[in-house]
């Protein structure tokens, strides 16, 4: 169980580092770069820079909210 657990935490900690480099290039060292290189073609137009950050965070918290209503709710049934 421990190598299992040890691979699961090795590839959410290389997703999650791979997540930050790709977005940390795109937003800080692509706008210094010139529009007609050929890195661009690999990232999305600087407008959704924002959009997918926004979008995650919304959606990260709906789901966290509606699980601790179901929380509260099996909660309340379980004391009456």
């Known amino acids: 169980m421990e190598l299992a ?3 699961v ?4 900690s290389s997703i999650s580092l791979s997540i930050f480099t790709y977005y940390t290039f795109w937003v ?3 706008p210094f770069v ?3 290189h050929f890195i661009h ?3 999305l137009p600087q407008d959704y820079a924002i959009l997918v950050p926004v979008f995650a965070g919304v959606t ?3 789901l ?3 699980f601790i209503g ?3 709710l099996k909660s309340k049934k379980k004391k009456a």
């Open 5 to 7: 657990d040890l691979a």
């Open 9 to 12: 935490g090795l590839l959410l």
């Open 28 to 30: 800080i060292i692509l």
């Open 34 to 36: 010139d529009s007609d």
């Open 41 to 43: 073609k690999y990232f």
């Open 60 to 62: 990260l918290l709906s």
């Open 64 to 66: 966290l909210s509606v």
């Open 70 to 72: 179901m929380v509260m």
